[in-house]
């Protein structure tokens, strides 16, 4: 907060001297245009002040923005080094173990939420209005939806894990880490509920206050239990005991708020409102996650699981770029101001245009020096079986660009039914193509099909798009 109002006052400062030298120029314009070169000073100056006023939504976006780029980048930097650490300190089959609980816990953690984190974002905002009574019911409400939800999946794992472990995955050895990942999606959908409050809050920075302890716990935790024996059991109990630091952080953080569960606040009815509210965002962020994380299952399913941890360095490669590289969050502001459909068009055009550009400096170093890399950030088998799939997915990176501008402009259009049906698709002929691949051709199987299935999803979303024109 400190370094932000530094860089506010410096700001202040530099717009005060642009302002009292435009002040000056003024007076060099000929008489006649005087009066209206003073009024559009004036004018000039007052929307720069209303932009350092705390309540301008400019002010917020921007502050918000920070804490939520901080809190990603901190994230992302423990990750990479986890990482690289637990791929040296592990075996390939418990890191692919380990890679394994990971994404199947956010891809429940989906199911376990039922899309309330997400709903609450969008309506709390829009209704809040200073009345604590409604902030109240659904943080109680969401909670108790989100926990409820959680425990019934946790129960159904403990209850199936033999035969998920035998008859689905055909690896009758992760039976444990089936009820582990009960045991961590409970906690993480509980921990995404809070962080998804706090900035339909627009409190992004408990946000950070919460993640900063929640990152720094799991890496002490993470190094602590690993080295200590408990190897890929000490990863994942480290892992959810930096997201059990989050909640308690957050509920500290509450405090202000006063928000407790009582019988006239969770009833059956508001729990089925909560849900109604939430459906779509289910379905919609099921698809997401299936588009992301489709590879992993199938992979976890049709090969070793030492592989699905080789593929998962791949994968966090690809999305670590993409971070660095936030095209997506740019370019909806951008799409978002346009007028007319005309220029939401052009808009879109151009961008279509940019992120091509952009991308081919990203992709083709990427495709050059993919096992150089692989070779110098990881263990040889790492990069024996990572550096032809790292190949083939850096081309998911400007894919990944288009197809996100793309639904962006479909949302915009109000055809969220026809985005919803692109993801779908997409995910239907990734699956279908893994199914056919992955026997044949391994992980670089899975990559391709990753590739055809998002190109061929956004050909057929730029069609229809230049339809809707």
Known sequence: MKLFEKLEGLAYNIGKFTADKLESAVDLVPERAR??????????????????????????????????????????????????????VLSPDEFGLYSFTISTTMLLAILSTLGVPTAMMKVV????????????KWLSNGLAVVTISSVVLFALLLFFKDYLAIFIFNKPEIGSAIVLIGMFT??????????????????????????????????????????VTFSYFGAVFGYVGGLLFFIIAAILNLGNYNVFFNDKLVTLYNLKTIIDYSKWFLVLGLSMTLLSRVDILMISIMMPIQYVGYYQVVTSIIASIVFLFPIGH????????????????????????????????????????????????????????????LTVLSFLVPLKYLFWINSQRLIIL???????????????????????????????GAAVSSVIALLASTLVGYSISNYLK
Do not use: C, H
Not at 206 to 218: F, M, P
Not at 432 to 438: C, E, G, P
């Open 35 to 88: 009066p209206k070169a003073r009024k559009a000073l004036e004018i000039a100056k007052r929307e720069a002040k209303k932009a350092f006023d705390k309540s301008t939504a400019t002010r917020q976006f921007l502050e918000n923005l920070g804490y939520r780029m901080a809190l990603n980048g901190m994230s992302k930097a423990v990750m990479f080094f986890l990482t690289l650490w637990l791929t040296r």
């Open 125 to 136: 905002p829009s209704q809040i209005k200073g009345n604590k009574k409604y902030l109240t």
């Open 186 to 227: 409970l906690v993480y959908s509980i921990a995404v509920f809070f962080d998804s409050f706090f900035i339909s809050l627009k409190r992004n920075d408990l946000s950070l206050k919460s993640g900063i302890l929640r990152e720094v716990s799991k890496l002490f935790l993470i190094v602590l239990l690993v080295s």
């Open 330 to 389: 740019i370019s909806f502001p951008i799409l978002s101001e346009s007028k007319t459909a005309r220029d939401l068009n052009i808009r879109w055009m151009k961008l279509i245009y940019f992120v091509l550009m952009i991308s081919f400096v990203i992709v083709l170093p990427l495709v050059l020096l993919a096992k150089p890399l692989l070779d110098l950030l990881y263990p040889p088998l790492f990069a024996e079986n990572g550096w032809l799939p």
């Open 414 to 444: 109000d055809k969220k039914k026809l985005q919803l049906g692109l993801i779908i698709f997409a995910v239907g002929l990734n699956l279908l193509l893994d199914y056919i691949t992955i026997p044949l051709f391994g992980l670089t």
